[in-house]
């Protein structure tokens, strides 16, 4: 069985509708009768990846002995809502509950993850959310 990362990008209003209605996380990831946000595309806004691959990558970083990759795995860890200060939403995707991050979070990790992440594609999509001024919910499934 493999674990999938799931991340989906969303306009402030989006993100704060789903906050406070976390069933419609649904909607976003899974084959749902739910309606989408209407300024949600699903082509465009979802990032998905093994995450096995992405802990293998935040693991390299971690034992590269150089400090400062080894602070961008910590960052990369709250990106995958690994870390305490990500916020849970109260959905639970098969591996735990999703995270949320603000588009003020996301806007500070996107700064020092970077768009260069040796081509897992984190990167790209939380500059693309930063610089939208949008929030991320994910999780693992």
Known sequence: MSMWFNAARLSAASFEAIRKEPRLVEALFFDSKLAKPADFDAERDVFGADYRLIGE???AMEESGIEEVAEDAGLVRHALGEEEEGSPIAYDFCYG???AMTPDEVKAVSKRIGKDDEGFGIGPFFAA???AGQGIIGGVS
């Open 57 to 59: 990558m935040i693991e």
């Open 97 to 99: 509950p999703g995270f």
């Open 129 to 131: 959310a930063a610089k």
